[in-house]
C-alpha cells in the first residue's frame, strides 16, 4: 500500500511540474483544446461526469491564454462547488453568477 501511494504522489509531482512549466496557450489554441474536451462530453451528465469533464480542463486552464485564464479559473471553481457532497448555497450562489459571465467572456473570445 505505501508503495503504490508513494508512486502517485510522485505521479502527481512530475504531473504537477509538467503542467507548470507548460508554455502558455494562445486564446485560439485554447478555444480549440476546450472545444475538443467539451465535444466529447454528454449532453446531460451527473456528478462524475462533470468531476471528469473539470479534471480534462484543469491542465488546459493552467497553460491558457490570459484572456481565458481568470474566465476558466471560475469555471472550475463554480465545478468544483457543485459537486461537492454537500455544496454550500451561498457559495453556489456567488460562484453562479461568476460562472455565467465566464461563459459570456468564454463565448465572446472564441467565438471571434
Known amino acids: ?8 504522489i510522485a505521479a502527481a509531482a512530475l504531473i504537477g511540474a509538467a503542467g507548470c512549466s507548460a508554455p502558455q496557450l494562445s486564446s485560439e489554441e485554447t478555444c480549440a483544446r476546450i472545444n475538443s ?10 456528478k462524475y461526469g462533470t468531476i ?32 461537492r457532497d454537500n455544496p454550500d448555497a ?12 465566464a461563459g459570456q467572456t468564454y463565448t465572446a473570445v472564441c467565438s471571434q
Open 52 to 83: 471528469r469533464f473539470a479534471n480534462q480542463i484543469r491542465p488546459i486552464a493552467a497553460s491558457s491564454s490570459d484572456e481565458l485564464k481568470a474566465p476558466l479559473q471560475d469555471i472550475l471553481a463554480y465545478l468544483d462547488e457543485s459537486t
Open 1 to 8: 500500500m505505501k508503495k503504490t501511494l508513494t508512486v502517485l
Open 37 to 46: 474536451v467539451a465535444a466529447g462530453q454528454p449532453a446531460s451528465s451527473d
Open 90 to 101: 451561498a457559495t453556489l450562489a456567488e460562484l453562479q453568477a461568476r460562472y455565467a459571465a
